[in-house]
């Protein structure tokens, strides 16, 4: 049965209505079960998140002068999660990392990075079949450009070669790799207040 909000009306007598309000607080419980204690829990946890499930956004959401809201959204090749900042001023902040593996050789684009304000980005890849496969880079994003890069870059590459490869060009950073097999990244973004 579907929720009904307006039970009981005033009209209604109880022993009518009983019912549905008995089925109303049953639909309660268990929509509130999703992310939290449910209402007949009983851990002694009632009312506590269990988790957070955010859905994806697809723009930034606009927030108020006094109320920094935590959302998920889309930048580039994984979803992050990111909280705005408080003060309504719209500006992000990344909370979790995007991390990615096991990947084939090829080319991956880890973020685009039109809807960050200033950042560090900074970047590890590994092959986990080798200790001596790894690389690590960081950059800076003006919320504009790279800073100090003009062009497709090299940020940095593996010990030993051209195995693994950070690359900048345009708003985008690329993670290449020629090793197929147990091949890992991890991205952490730190905002940088202007």
Not at 47 to 68: F, L, N, R, V, Y
Request: glycine share 10%.
């Amino acid at each position: 049965m579907v929720y009904q909000p307006n039970i009981p009306l005033s009209t209604d007598k109880l022993r009518i209505s009983q019912g549905d309000l008995n089925t109303n607080f049953g639909d309660l419980d268990t929509v509130f079960d999703v992310d939290h204690y449910k209402y007949s829990d009983a851990t002694g946890d009632i009312g506590k998140h269990s988790q957070i499930t955010t859905p994806k956004e697809s723009a930034h959401p606009s927030t108020s002068a006094d109320e920094p809201k935590l959302y998920a959204i889309d930048i580039g090749n994984g979803d992050i999660l990111q909280v705005s900042r408080f003060g309504g001023d719209g500006k992000t902040a990344g909370v979790t990392a995007i991390h990615g593996g096991p990947l084939t050789a090829g080319t991956d684009t880890l973020i685009t990075c039109t809807s960050l304000n200033r950042a560090i980005l900074e970047m590890y890849g590994f092959n986990d079949g080798s200790a001596t496969l790894f690389a690590r880079a960081s950059v800076m994003w003006d919320g504009s450009a790279f800073v100090g890069i003009t062009g497709a870059t090299i940020l940095e590459q593996n010990n030993t070669g051209a195995a693994f490869q950070f690359r900048v060009s345009g708003d985008n950073v690329t993670f290449v790799h020629t090793v197929a097999g147990n091949v890992f990244f991890t991205l952490h973004i730190r905002r940088l207040d202007p």
